[in-house]
């Protein structure tokens, strides 16, 4: 099968910040990969090149992606002079929009709020708006910027659960782009980590379905991704380490 | 599941306490209870629904006693009562009626005019860079000529009658409104823009759905600096040259010495004022409910 998203050579300069160098990169249909890397290093830039929202960089490179793709945005980005349905099927064409828009909603577990308007929701239920909002344009490829950076910890592992049910459903080829490791092991196929701009690790997930060979392999995964960033994942000492890398 | 790691939370997750800071001695502990700590407010208590009239009573309250103590000249101010049978005795005559209905009627085409021009301009200007180049600079042109000092000119062209009015009404009244649209649409969230590319909205659909709701609140706001604007050319353009109106019969009372009448057409005025003012809160509240504020 040919590949869903195929880049080569991509590079992308910014007078400010974020740059790519050379990126080459296959995703094939229905897979979801995971785009790691550490602020700056590139891989926000690297999913607007694709979302096709660059404007003002420089730069060269083949991109060749579906022809439907959503964005979700690390802000839910609702218009808030619109109710909730009118965000999921805001520009969508024909007779049947609304109520597929309820539909969306619906998978998203919002049914009900259609008439609300987006200040009177919380912050995940805004993001799950404006999965409903993607999910409802049935894309090809689904680009995610940190979908969940903004939610509380209990809200992100709801928020994962109910994207990992929707993209076996859908099926749509998925780039996520996170800086938290074991969102990336949980939701992904395939992670990939950018480094200043360059790919420097593609590793396939393979997490077994169930049990403790699952935790097994979680837990290894992890360790090892969390040591290309230089961070010791000792149990005792993880969240030194972590603040010692922060600094 | 193993707890979440993260590579470059800015801030990180945790917070870290820090141990007391050498050289900083914690404060001795007082014997006296703690004062109660000020309650930081940034809004104000929900106001009472008539509140605002406490202070035009006042002024009533001292205006009557001032005048039934006869300390004040009824050449100078007459009595409320007696502005107030001056006021029954104009309705009773017609007379009141008919110059409003004439003023009002000014008033709304100018208004209409204005706010039409007012928002065209706005968009034109605010949504091509082209028109941005040809149009602002006209209206701060215009923005320092005072509506006065146009009104020569403005009879030159269009004489003396109703259209001359008209247009200095709607010149004066098109200004806030541009200006403020104009800034509304030029503040678009640029975020609300890139949803707008990657939802793939055809350039109407962008401008109905994200430019226009999102101008709305600025536009809304002009139209409340339009609408005092043009009670305000509305009194110029009366009192120069004008034949009917209020702007007429207070100049005709005037010229007779008849502060009674006089001071119903203030007084009307003011009431003009204050209710066209409330019609437009109205359609702001009607308009803006998604949006939450202080003001609830």
């Known amino acids: 099968m040919s590949a869903a998203v195929r880049i080569r050579g991509l590079s992308r300069h910014f007078t400010a910040k974020g740059v790519l160098d050379g990126v080459d990169l296959d995703i094939a249909p229905g897979e979801f990969v995971a785009l790691l890397g550490r602020s700056g290093s590139g891989k926000s830039t690297l999913l607007r090149a694709l979302a096709n929202l660059d404007h003002e960089a420089e730069g060269s490179g083949e991109i060749h992606v579906p022809e439907r793709i959503s964005v979700v945005f690390q802000d839910a980005r609702l218009l808030p002079w619109m109710r909730v349905l009118d965000n999921v099927v805001l520009g969508l064409g024909g007779d049947d929009a609304r109520v597929r828009g309820r539909q969306a ?36 490829l689904l680009l995610a910027d940190e979908p969940f950076g903004a939610l509380d910890a209990l809200t992100r592992i709801r928020m994962h659960a109910l994207l990992r049910r929707l993209s076996e459903t859908h099926r749509p080829t998925v780039l996520l782009v996170t800086h938290d490791v074991a969102e990336a092991i949980e939701l992904a196929d395939r992670i990939v980590i950018l480094e200043e701009g360059r790919i420097v690790r593609d590793i396939a997930v393979a997490l077994p379905a169930e049990g403790p060979r699952r935790r097994e392999r979680f837990a290894a995964l992890q360790t090892e991704l969390l040591a290309l960033f230089g961070i ?13 890398h922060v600094a | 599941m193993n707890a979440h790691a993260f590579i470059d939370t800015p801030g990180g997750e945790g ?63 007459p009595a409320p009562w007696v502005a107030v049978e001056t006021a029954v005795d104009l309705v009773r005559t017609g007379r009141l009626q008919e110059h409003f209905a004439i003023s009002a009627w000014r008033a709304a085409q ?62 004066t009244v098109f200004v806030p409104i541009y200006l403020h649209t104009h800034n509304a649409l030029r503040a678009i969230d640029i975020r609300h823009v890139e949803l707008a590319e990657t939802l793939g909205l055809t350039r109407s659909q962008f401008i109905r759905h994200v430019v226009l709701p999102g101008a709305l609140p600025g536009l809304l706001l002009g139209l409340r600096f339009g609408v005092t604007a043009s009670w305000l050319a509305l009194v ?53 409910r998604w949006r939450r504020t202080l003001a609830g």
Not at chain 2, 144 to 156: E, Q, T
Not at chain 2, 263 to 286: C, E, K, T
């Open chain 1, 105 to 140: 909603l619906a998978e998203v577990e919002l049914a009900g709020r259609e008439r609300s308007w987006p200040h009177e929701l919380s912050g995940g239920e805004q993001q799950r708006v404006a999965l409903a909002r993607s999910l409802v344009r049935a894309p090809q």
């Open chain 1, 232 to 244: 010791d994942d000792d149990p005792g000492l993880a969240h030194n380490a972590k603040e010692r």
């Open chain 2, 15 to 77: 917070a870290v306490t820090h141990p007391p800071i050498a050289g900083i001695v914690p404060r001795r502990p007082t014997l006296r209870p703690p004062a109660p700590r000020p309650r930081i407010r940034l809004g104000l208590d929900k106001p009472a629904r008539w509140g605002w009239t406490l202070g035009p009573l006042l002024l009533l309250v001292y205006w009557t006693v001032l005048s039934e103590t006869g300390f004040l000249d009824s050449r100078t101010l």
């Open chain 2, 110 to 171: 100018g208004l209409a005019f204005g706010t039409v021009t007012g928002i065209a301009l706005a968009l034109v200007s605010g949504l091509s860079l082209l028109g941005g180049y040809v149009i602002d600079g006209l209206v701060q042109l215009k923005r320092g000529v005072p509506v006065l000092a146009l009104i020569p000119f403005m009879v030159l062209w269009f004489g003396v009658g109703e259209a001359m009015k008209i247009s200095v009404i709607a010149i």
């Open chain 2, 236 to 288: 110029v353009v009366e009192q120069l040259n004008a034949t009917s109106g209020i702007g007429y019969m207070v100049t005709l009372a005037r010229n007779y010495a008849q502060t009674d009448v006089m001071l119903v057409g203030l007084v009307i005025y003011a009431l003009l004022g204050l209710a066209s003012d409330a019609v437009v809160r109205l359609v702001q509240a009607r308009a803006l």
